[in-house]
């Protein structure tokens, strides 16, 4: 059976700090996709990145980065030099290429506080 | 242009009332979902439709039903409404597994 886990509820921070969201994931496919979503405090849900599995290639992206690792089933995010705009809670998500749905992790919440 | 957009943004109402809720994405994808945050955050997939066929219909009452009538909308028809209803819609499209493009969401709350 599919599914996502992000076992840290919440997180606080302080400014500046670097902050890692973990994500682990289960699926018996090989082809499959991977996701992060922000949701800010306004509610809509922000499109982060997409990973399919046959691309263990770490990504980078301004202050965000991404480890993506088949051997433990883990695609973490980490923030680098946190600001409190990056308050909000992620999502990190699994789709497989014949179900097409997409399954979600409970979120992190992170609070980044100045 | 708001790639998907969905209507109304807040709805609240009486319990055992029926509601819509209206999706449109004009990105000319296939595919289209729902799904429903509860109170705990917790994301959930209800209905996917792919050109106007239902193909996923997870665990849901039979007082939802979604309707496509052309690739770009799927609204979905809340029948009895019950307080346990309350939560917040969003309706989504991809086109294959390239990108999941979410609407804004919907805070249904019933009273």
């Known amino acids: 059976a599919q599914k996502v886990t992000q076992a840290q509820t919440e997180i606080s921070v302080v400014e500046k700090e670097d902050v890692t969201l973990d994500c682990v994931y289960e699926t018996r496919d090989t082809t499959y996709y991977l996701f992060w979503y922000k949701q800010p405090p306004s509610g809509e849900l922000v499109f982060l990145i997409r990973?399919?599995?046959?691309?263990?290639q770490n990504e980078i992206s301004g202050r965000y980065s991404w480890n993506f690792q088949k051997s433990t089933s883990s695609f973490n995010f980490t923030i680098t030099a946190s600001q409190v705009v990056d308050s909000a809670v992620y999502f990190c998500a699994l789709s497989e290429a014949r179900r097409g749905k997409l399954i979600f992790g409970q979120g992190t919440e992170l609070s980044v506080k100045p | 242009d708001t790639a998907v957009s969905q209507t109304p943004k807040y709805l609240v109402t009486q319990m055992g009332n029926d509601k819509s809720i209206k999706c449109e994405q004009n990105l000319g994808h296939d595919t289209m979902y729902w799904y429903k945050q509860d109170s705990k955050k917790f994301l959930k997939i209800m209905f996917s439709y792919n050109n106007k066929e239902l193909i996923i219909n997870e665990t849901v009452p039979n007082r939802f039903s979604p309707k496509s009538p052309d690739k770009a909308h799927l609204n979905l028809h809340i029948n009895s409404l019950e307080l346990g209803d309350s939560a917040v819609y969003f309706c989504?499209?991809?086109?294959?597994?390239?990108?999941?493009?979410f609407g804004s969401g919907t805070r249904l709350t019933v009273v």
């Open positions: 990973r399919n599995s046959f691309d263990e």
């Open positions: 989504a499209s991809s086109q294959e597994t390239y990108g999941y493009t």
